[in-house]
């Protein structure tokens, strides 16, 4: 069964560092999501992508923060100068992009501790 | 704005009944969700409720809508220690491909 996956499980970067992380989402997929959890926090939402653009993003996703679909598979989210509060689980999701009811299928996750 | 709240923790012994329960505040939720999160893995997606609906099953998973109350329940039938995880409830705002928004997970622990 066709999964997403993501890159690496665990990042530990300086603050103010640039990190990357990856994620490759099913191949026939067209929507692309990244989401954020701090420890004992709610899962939310920061952006979404579609046809090479964003198609939303929330508050959490200001200047700092940016993605990219480099090639045919890899769906990357750049932070470019990280902060001790970015400190998160950061997951990955696609979905088909079928009117309807949004089935988003999601990556285990990369854990980025700032320090 | 929406908000989706849950309990944090939920115990019960092998071979209950679980039932995790979910509001939210966003009447116009078009379809709900419940998510599964097992130690060190991602959310995995085991099932879903349209809004107009009032119930759906799954095999040992059933799913209760009041729309009214806004009130949203997943019950596990012949509970399994295997079904020890973080159970998520999330609801999507109009159709397509909108975000989800999430509640914070309830905790289900099964005793032996």
């Known amino acids: 069964e066709p999964e997403v996956t993501q890159t690496p499980s665990h990042q530990v970067t300086q603050m103010g560092q640039e990190v990357i992380l990856r994620c490759v989402p099913i191949s026939n997929h067209l929507y692309f999501y990244w989401y954020r959890q701090i420890l004992g926090q709610k899962v939310e939402f920061l952006v979404s992508?579609?046809?090479?653009?964003?198609?939303?993003k929330s508050e959490i996703f200001d200047d700092q923060f940016s993605v990219e679909r480099p090639d045919g598979s890899n769906f990357t989210l750049k932070i470019r100068s990280t902060k001790l509060e970015d400190s998160a689980m950061y997951f990955c999701a696609s979905s088909r992009g079928l009117a309807g009811v949004n089935e988003q299928y999601f990556g285990p996750g990369t854990r980025l501790t700032v320090t | 704005g929406e908000d989706v709240e849950q309990s944090l923790f939920l115990s019960v012994r092998e071979g209950d009944s679980s039932v995790i329960n979910c509001t939210y505040t966003d009447s116009s939720s078009t379809y709900l969700y419940w998510y599964k999160q097992e130690p060190g893995a991602g959310l995995q997606l085991l099932t879903y409720?349209?809004?107009?609906?009032d119930m759906k099953q799954d095999q040992r998973l059933t799913v209760l809508l009041n729309k009214k109350d806004k009130h949203l329940s997943l019950r596990i039938a012949d509970t399994q220690t295997g079904d020890s995880a973080i159970y998520f409830c999330a609801e999507s705002i109009g159709s397509g491909n909108t975000p989800l928004v999430f509640g914070k997970g309830t905790r289900l622990s099964v005793i032996a």
């Open positions: 992508f579609y046809n090479n653009e964003i198609s939303e």
């Open positions: 409720i349209f809004s107009n609906m």
